[in-house]
């Protein structure tokens, strides 16, 4: 299986079991680190907006509390539209582990629709120095 189907497959595992009971718009995301792991999150909504998790911010929490503060080599983003690219927030928090080069890839149910870098995504992110 290729790094981009086995990302693909968790994403979907874990979009299975998003709570979005508000917006019904299941979201789920795979982290593949530099020790190869991947770590999977989805999206869990709250009554009390904007209290709710994006499943990128999941899968990061995930990946942390296994693994501390590692790299992450690539990120998949799963959902059921055209182009569900990380929000901005989701954004920033996957630079505090990415550099501007980790590919981010955008899936809808099918398969990965558009490839872009972090870089692309977030072009000016914010460094605490």
Excluded at 17 to 44: E, Q, R
Excluded at 53 to 67: I, P, Q, R
Aim: proline share 4%; aromatic share 6%.
């Amino acid at each position: 299986m290729s790094e981009i189907d086995a990302l693909f497959q968790a994403a979907k595992n874990a979009r299975e079991k998003a709570h979005a009971p508000y917006s019904d718009f299941a979201v789920g995301a795979a982290i593949l680190t530099a020790s190869g792991t991947i770590h999977a999150g989805c999206n869990v909504e709250n009554a009390s907006f904007p209290e709710g998790w994006c499943a990128e911010t999941t899968a990061l929490g995930h990946m942390v509390a296994s693994e501390g503060k590692v790299r992450v080599e690539a990120v998949l983003v799963m959902a059921d539209a055209a182009l569900c690219t990380p929000c901005g927030g989701c954004r920033q928090r996957l630079a505090e582990f990415a550099d501007d080069t980790t590919p981010v890839h955008v899936c809808d149910t099918k398969g990965v629709v558009q490839t872009f870098t972090l870089g692309e995504l977030l072009p000016h992110k914010f460094v605490l120095k």
